[in-house]
T-cell receptor, first 114, second 113 residues
Framework: AQKITQTQPGMFVQEKEAVTLDCTYD???????LFWYKQPSSGEMIFLIY??????QNATEGRYSLNFQKARKSANLVISASQLGDSAMYFC???????????FGKGTRLSVIA | NAGVTQTPKFQVLKTGQSMTLQCAQD?????MSWYRQDPGMGLRLIHYSVGAGITDQGEVPNGYNVSRSTTEDFPLRLLSAAPSQTSVYFCASSQQGLGYGYTFGSGTRLTVV
């Protein structure tokens, strides 16, 4: 079974609007971390935001926030006030316990329209 | 700091050839991983290491070999290249601890003909 599921292969959003990228995860561990990365067309992987399983508050980093719903095992990325430079692939990833590598979802391609 | 350095950036191989993708990090990170990225498949884990001398297989290890003799270096060897190994390869490293994400190299675009 997939550990990370991103159900939206592609999305469009109007510039200056907010957009939510979905991510659900599967784990039996109590201790885990959830990450979002951005991959622009240039190809580099850029870390955006992190949420720990024990964090009670949703993580925020500038225009990025993570809508963490532990009981539903979802960790959606919210981008507020979209900009043209936000057009990219976005990957959700999870790390379970100590000593395990990141496992990625298949990604969502976001296109921001002027 | 250079971060994670991958070489080469581009490579074309003939079927059956072998080669080594180099990865080096200067951040004293214990964890290192190799991923391949194919369209529509996300990043899939090939091999990973939690420290010098320790490696383990990921989701798609067949046809690849790794070793970790030093903290800094984590080379990926293609034993006998196949067209199915045409992909973009990323090396990444991380500190120990759940809250640390990976720092990625810039990737190697490999084509096997």
């Amino acid at each position: 079974a997939q550990k990370i599921t991103q159900t939206q292969p592609g999305m469009f959003v109007q510039e200056k609007e907010a957009v939510t990228l979905d991510c659900t995860y599967d784990t039996s561990d109590q201790s885990y971390g959830l990450f979002w990365y951005k991959q622009p067309s240039s190809g580099e992987m850029i870390f955006l935001i992190y949420q720990g399983s024990y964090d009670e508050q949703n993580a925020t980093e500038g225009r990025y926030s993570l809508n963490f719903q532990k009981a539903r095992k979802s960790a959606n990325l919210v981008i507020s006030a979209s900009q043209l430079g936000d057009s990219a692939m976005y990957f959700c990833a999870m790390r379970e316990g100590q000593g395990t590598p990141l496992v990625f979802g298949k990604g969502t391609r976001l296109s921001v329209i002027a | 700091n250079a971060g994670v350095t991958q070489t080469p950036k581009f490579q074309v191989l003939k079927t059956g050839q072998s080669m080594t993708l180099q990865c080096a990090q200067d951040m004293n990170h214990e964890y290192m991983s190799w991923y391949r990225q194919d369209p529509g498949m996300g990043l899939r884990l090939i091999h990973y290491s939690v420290g010098a001398g320790i490696t383990d297989q990921g989701e798609v290890p067949n046809g690849y070999n790794v070793s970790r003799s030093t903290t800094e270096d984590f080379p990926l060897r293609l034993l006998s290249a196949a067209p199915s190994q045409t992909s973009v390869y990323f090396c990444a490293s991380s500190q120990q601890g759940l809250g640390y994400g990976y720092t990625f190299g810039s990737g190697t675009r490999l084509t096997v003909v």
